[in-house]
């Protein structure tokens, strides 16, 4: 395989992706009011450590904003009729599955980032690990957004068929995942639930970062997410190909 | 080297065999036109030769590179305008372009320049900098062809590239094939229309039911077919099928306000249709006979008029 053309064509379908379905007016302002909706959900009128809490917080944000889009793309792009002739050009199947990952990754970082930066102007945030903290931003977006090309690889070219599905599926791991219980606190199935969602060893990882207070080896959480990615990737290259297979 | 090798392609889905057994050779620099019905298996005959379908057997190769072993490498050497693909309608008619030619690999000179060039040549230049969004079928079909081209591809492929556009904008893209052609481009072209075909190919494929019926010149094809001549009349007043039952006829068609007669023979056809119009007392507007055509065969291969 040419790897030049190969990486050529993740790019090309990455700045294809962030032009059209992220640089948007609308989406940005989404992605940023979001968070600002959500912070005002779980912490006015409560009575909650605002500092403990947010690496929950920003681990959430970080799954939402990487994984919004990409979920719509394949299935808009296969209704618009742009699908076809995409993969008609000088792409493989993991050059469109990784451009669409990046894409969301690039998004998920850049809004979770901005986030950062005006929380940490308002709330006495301590960093005390910033590389793991850099880390942990990078490769949960990844992880989102490959969850995000996931859950777009379905034989479909309704968008809406995915959005469903995407609630569906992004909802309840959010709830199962150690963002609003500190996993030292959880015993039994909770704890086995909360070990199902990757967002849990994200959110571990912010914890670390934040305040030291992590609950697994910060090693053990890598190697979680870089699995959850790899299988993920997998898997959508397994459910695109039999696509391709089907004509669908 | 031929352009297009494609051997013992079959693709079924469930129970249907779209393509059964198809096998294509395409010469460099040439023109090759695949006809068939609708249904007949022609795109995804086209959807296979471009790697963007997996067969269940056989195998591609675009100038000796295998579609399905090497793909990047084999779709660098060719542009596919597909029957069910479109620009993005959210850029612009340059952007669109410029989008394509980033992979192909173009520098940003080079691809500028050349977009730029293109969209003038397809009459769009005043309008590249607008939204794809608000172009009508016929504009987006020639942004769709100048994305296509930008990298002057070495092989072409047209999947129904005239279906529904206007007389202008579908001239315009004949224009754009044959102005390929002659710049090197070999062109493998679908289409319901027989008479571009005819125009434009050297070799014809017809495929019908997914199989390969017929692989000639159009001119070979329709001396195959040349015992049926028909001859065209038109009487001074309306007249019903059921005047012309001969066992010297092959068939009649109405055509507009005439009739068209085939026949193994036009002599006897021509006395025929006298005897009628004497027998019925018609008056004979116009008569005329033709030279078999394309479209004969055509109806002759796929089974259907």
């Given at each position: 395989?040419?790897w030049?053309?190969f990486?050529?064509?993740i790019?090309?379908?990455t700045?294809?992706?962030?032009?059209?379905?992220?640089?948007?007016?609308?989406?940005?302002i989404?992605?940023?009011?979001?968070p600002?909706?959500?912070f005002?959900t779980?912490?006015?009128?409560r009575?909650l450590?605002?500092i403990?809490f947010?690496p929950?917080?920003?681990?959430?944000?970080?799954?939402?904003?990487?994984s919004?889009?990409g979920?719509?793309i394949?299935?808009?792009?296969?209704r618009?009729?742009t699908?076809?002739r995409l993969?008609?050009?000088p792409v493989?199947l993991?050059?469109v599955?990784?451009?669409?990952l990046?894409?969301?990754?690039?998004f998920?970082v850049?809004i979770?980032?901005?986030?950062?930066?005006?929380?940490?102007?308002f709330?006495?945030?301590?960093?005390?690990?910033?590389?793991?903290l850099?880390?942990?931003?990078?490769?949960?977006?990844?992880?989102?957004?490959?969850?995000?090309?996931?859950?777009?690889?379905p034989a479909?070219?309704n968008p809406?068929?995915?959005?469903m599905l995407s609630?569906l599926?992004?909802?309840p791991?959010?709830f199962?995942?150690?963002i609003?219980?500190?996993?030292?606190?959880l015993?039994?199935l909770y704890f086995?639930?909360?070990?199902?969602?990757?967002?849990?060893?994200?959110v571990?990882?912010f914890?670390?970062?934040?305040?030291?207070?992590?609950?697994?080896?910060a090693?053990?959480?890598?190697?979680?997410?870089?699995?959850?990615i790899?299988?993920f990737?997998l898997?959508a290259?397994?459910?695109?190909?039999r696509?391709?297979?089907?004509g669908? | 080297?031929?352009?297009?090798?494609?051997d013992?392609l079959r693709k079924?889905?469930?129970?249907?065999?779209?393509?059964?057994?198809?096998?294509i050779?395409?010469?460099?620099?040439?023109?090759?036109?695949?006809l068939g019905?609708?249904g007949?298996?022609k795109?995804?005959t086209i959807r296979?030769?471009t790697?963007v379908?997996?067969p269940d057997?056989?195998t591609?190769?675009?100038f000796g590179?295998?579609?399905?072993?090497?793909?990047?490498?084999?779709?660098?050497?060719?542009s596919?305008?597909?029957?069910?693909?479109?620009?993005?309608?959210?850029l612009?008619?340059?952007?669109?372009?410029?989008?394509?030619a980033?992979?192909?690999?173009m520098?940003k000179k080079?691809?500028?320049?050349?977009?730029v060039?293109?969209?003038?040549r397809?009459?769009?230049?005043?309008?590249?900098?607008t939204?794809?969004?608000?172009?009508?079928?016929g504009m987006?079909?020639?942004v769709?062809?100048?994305?296509a081209?930008v990298?002057?591809?070495?092989?072409?492929?047209?999947?129904?590239?005239?279906?529904?556009?206007?007389?202008?904008?579908?001239?315009?893209?004949?224009?754009?094939i044959?102005h390929?052609n002659s710049?090197g481009?070999?062109?493998?072209?679908?289409?319901h229309?027989i008479?571009?075909?005819?125009?434009?190919?050297?070799?014809?494929?017809?495929?019908?039911?997914?199989k390969?019926?017929?692989?000639?010149?159009?001119?070979?094809?329709k001396?195959?077919?040349d015992?049926?001549?028909y001859?065209?009349?038109?009487f001074?007043?309306?007249?019903?099928?059921?005047?012309?039952?001969s066992?010297?006829?092959i068939r009649a068609e109405?055509?507009g306000d005439?009739w068209?007669l085939?026949s193994d023979?036009?002599?006897?056809?021509?006395r025929?249709?006298l005897?009628v119009?004497e027998?019925e007392k018609?008056?004979?507007?116009s008569?005329?006979t033709s030279?078999p055509?394309?479209?004969?065969a055509?109806?002759?291969?796929t089974?259907?008029?």
């Amino acid at each position: 395989m040419d790897w030049r053309v190969f990486f050529r064509s993740i790019f090309a379908v990455t700045e294809k992706n962030m032009r059209i379905y992220y640089f948007k007016g609308p989406v940005m302002i989404f992605g940023l009011l979001f968070p600002l909706i959500m912070f005002l959900t779980f912490f006015i009128g409560r009575d909650l450590d605002i500092i403990s809490f947010f690496p929950g917080f920003l681990g959430m944000m970080l799954f939402f904003t990487a994984s919004s889009v990409g979920p719509l793309i394949t299935p808009w792009e296969k209704r618009e009729k742009t699908y076809e002739r995409l993969i008609s050009l000088p792409v493989i199947l993991e050059s469109v599955i990784i451009g669409d990952l990046l894409a969301g990754a690039v998004f998920g970082v850049l809004i979770t980032a901005i986030v950062l930066f005006v929380c940490a102007l308002f709330l006495n945030l301590a960093v005390v690990n910033a590389a793991v903290l850099l880390i942990s931003m990078v490769l949960g977006s990844v992880a989102f957004a490959a969850l995000g090309t996931l859950l777009a690889s379905p034989a479909t070219n309704n968008p809406s068929n995915i959005m469903m599905l995407s609630s569906l599926v992004r909802l309840p791991l959010i709830f199962i995942s150690g963002i609003f219980i500190p996993l030292g606190e959880l015993t039994g199935l909770y704890f086995i639930l909360t070990s199902l969602s990757p967002l849990t060893y994200i959110v571990d990882l912010f914890h670390g970062a934040l305040s030291g207070n992590a609950f697994y080896p910060a090693w053990f959480d890598i190697m979680v997410i870089v699995s959850v990615i790899l299988v993920f990737i997998l898997a959508a290259k397994i459910i695109q190909r039999r696509n391709l297979v089907k004509g669908v | 080297m031929d352009a297009v090798t494609a051997d013992n392609l079959r693709k079924s889905f469930g129970s249907v065999k779209a393509v059964d057994d198809v096998s294509i050779r395409i010469s460099e620099g040439e023109i090759y036109g695949f006809l068939g019905p609708n249904g007949a298996g022609k795109t995804t005959t086209i959807r296979m030769l471009t790697g963007v379908l997996i067969p269940d057997s056989g195998t591609v190769s675009i100038f000796g590179t295998d579609v399905h072993k090497d793909p990047l490498a084999a779709k660098m050497k060719m542009s596919v305008i597909p029957e069910n693909g479109t620009v993005y309608s959210d850029l612009t008619a340059f952007q669109n372009v410029l989008l394509t030619a980033k992979f192909y690999g173009m520098e940003k000179k080079e691809r500028e320049e050349r977009a730029v060039d293109i969209l003038k040549r397809l009459g769009l230049l005043e309008r590249k900098d607008t939204l794809v969004r608000s172009f009508s079928k016929g504009m987006r079909q020639r942004v769709s062809i100048a994305a296509a081209i930008v990298h002057s591809p070495r092989l072409l492929i047209l999947d129904e590239p005239t279906t529904g556009l206007d007389v202008q904008s579908r001239r315009l893209v004949i224009d754009t094939i044959r102005h390929m052609n002659s710049e090197g481009s070999t062109i493998l072209l679908t289409t319901h229309n027989i008479e571009e075909a005819n125009a434009l190919c050297s070799n014809i494929s017809v495929i019908n039911k997914g199989k390969i019926v017929a692989t000639e010149s159009p001119e070979k094809l329709k001396k195959n077919f040349d015992t049926s001549g028909y001859v065209e009349v038109s009487f001074d007043r309306p007249v019903g099928e059921d005047i012309f039952s001969s066992p010297g006829l092959i068939r009649a068609e109405s055509w507009g306000d005439k009739w068209r007669l085939f026949s193994d023979d036009p002599d006897f056809a021509v006395r025929y249709l006298l005897s009628v119009a004497e027998r019925e007392k018609l008056k004979i507007v116009s008569i005329a006979t033709s030279n078999p055509t394309l479209e004969e065969a055509f109806v002759r291969l796929t089974g259907e008029a």
